[in-house]
């Protein structure tokens, strides 16, 4: 679970022979750097997930910081967090919504409507994303996030993400920034490695049209 379950060359080769248009920015980039978390442990990695949601980076791993200092060895169990109460998180700097949802998602761990890593890990794309997702501030988003970056799965394409779009608009020319169905509809050929594909799209947002 901690390494991609698809060769990078082979998703490189297979998305510059399907697709002209994103080739060159390929080759501007170069080689597929996206990576996969080492970290198993699938309640701090979705409490982690929580957290960062709509915070910059920095922000986000300060309050991260400060929440898992709360814990022994920084790594919290989910029957632990059921224990916080609300002042607890929000003094750690999270918002009322993120704090309810972690404690959603710590006691969803602890009852096992979460269904446990090794479980998810056998599961199709939509049957991780449905079962992430009854958890109280886990979306559609989040859960390609995880299927991207924790599961190492192929072909994901986080279609409501903004980068995404952005990137889209810039390989396939188009004069408006394309809505969620049409950067399925111009990316559908790039599977069987759309996840691959996502990872491009972020950089050109990232590097390319901030240059």
Request: charged share 25%; proline share 5%.
């Amino acid at each position: 679970m901690s390494r991609l379950r698809y060769n990078r060359k082979a998703a490189v080769d297979s998305l510059r022979g399907s697709c002209s248009a994103l080739s060159p920015f390929i080759d501007d980039c170069g080689p597929l750097k996206l990576t996969v978390a080492k970290d198993r442990d699938l309640f701090n990695a979705l409490a982690a997930a929580i957290v960062f949601q709509q915070l910059s980076g920095k922000a986000a791993s300060t309050i991260h910081g400060r929440f898992t200092r709360l814990f022994r060895d920084d790594a919290p169990e989910a029957s632990q967090v059921a224990k916080l109460s609300m002042e607890d998180l929000r003094g750690v700097g999270l918002s009322r919504n993120k704090a309810l949802a972690v404690l959603d998602l710590a006691e969803k761990s602890a009852d096992g409507t979460l269904l446990p890593m090794r479980r998810l890990a056998r599961l199709e794309d939509q049957q991780v994303i449905e079962n992430l997702c009854l958890v109280r501030g886990i979306g559609p988003w989040t859960a390609q996030m995880f299927l991207i970056f924790n599961l190492g799965r192929p072909d994901v394409m986080p279609a409501t993400d903004l980068g995404v779009q952005k990137g889209v608009q810039a390989v396939y020319k188009m004069p408006d920034l394309p809505g969620p169905d049409q950067v399925l509809d111009k990316t559908c050929h790039l599977a069987p490695y759309r996840s691959a594909a996502a990872w491009y799209f972020w950089w050109i947002s990232d590097v390319v049209l901030m240059t």
